[in-house]
């Protein structure tokens, strides 16, 4: 009794591995239209990492070894898909390779048979395999109606007067002291250098006193 209870206590602690849990179409199947879409479905959540192409995948070819779809796969939850069109009639097989949230990898096949009827439109297949079109770093147009050299906003007028940045009644050439009178600026240096002499003296005879 001891032994069971520890076993299923084990089972429970040790995580599971991931495992599919539906596709479509179904490993077997036999479709008379197209499928549009096609995907599998984890019993978990996929990692979706931004920028890792190929961790997800599915891959769709036929019999002769052609491939169906641009390769672009969508990441939703659980499941990833692909927008796909088949070709002429026979045996189909869609390869898939996903990572689950546990980062445990899961590989496989779904096969499946399309038998269309006769004028049904059947997609081109391709020799080699889809890569998904990066645009993100495709170049955006320059806008149709974006102004010119023309259009642009006028400048002013060259026969305007500018308007003047410096306070009315200051000559801008001049240094700012150049507004006091000359005699103004003696009298200040007169009593910077009497306020000296006095704190040098008043100092001189502390020194003097505490001797």
Do not use: W
Not at 8 to 37: F, K, M, N, R, Y
Not at 74 to 103: H, K, M, W
């Amino acid at each position: 009794m001891f032994a069971a209870i520890i076993a299923v206590g084990v089972a429970v602690l040790l995580p599971a591995h991931a495992s599919v849990t539906g596709t479509t179409p179904e490993d077997g199947s036999i479709l008379t239209e197209q499928p549009g879409t096609l995907s599998v479905t984890m019993n978990e959540e996929i990692i979706d990492v931004p920028g890792g192409e190929g961790t997800n995948a599915l891959e769709l070819t036929d019999d002769a070894g052609l491939h169906y779809g641009d390769g672009c796969v969508t990441v939703a939850g659980d499941t990833i898909s692909l927008d796909a069109e088949l070709g002429g009639p026979g045996r189909y097989t869609l390869e898939y390779q996903v990572v689950s949230a546990d980062g445990h990898p899961v590989s496989g096949q779904v096969a499946f048979t399309f038998e269309p009827a006769d004028d049904a439109p059947a997609a081109a297949g391709s020799s080699s395999v889809p890569t998904c079109a990066d645009t993100a770093g495709a170049e955006t147009p320059a806008a149709e109606n974006a102004p010119t050299d023309e259009a642009a906003a006028p400048l002013a007028s060259p026969t305007s007067d500018p308007v003047s940045s410096e306070a009315p009644g200051v000559d801008p050439g001049t240094d700012s002291f150049g507004a006091l009178p000359s005699v103004a600026i003696f009298v200040l240096a007169g009593l910077a250098v009497v306020a000296f002499i006095a704190y040098r003296l008043n100092r001189r005879r502390k020194h003097i006193g505490e001797a």
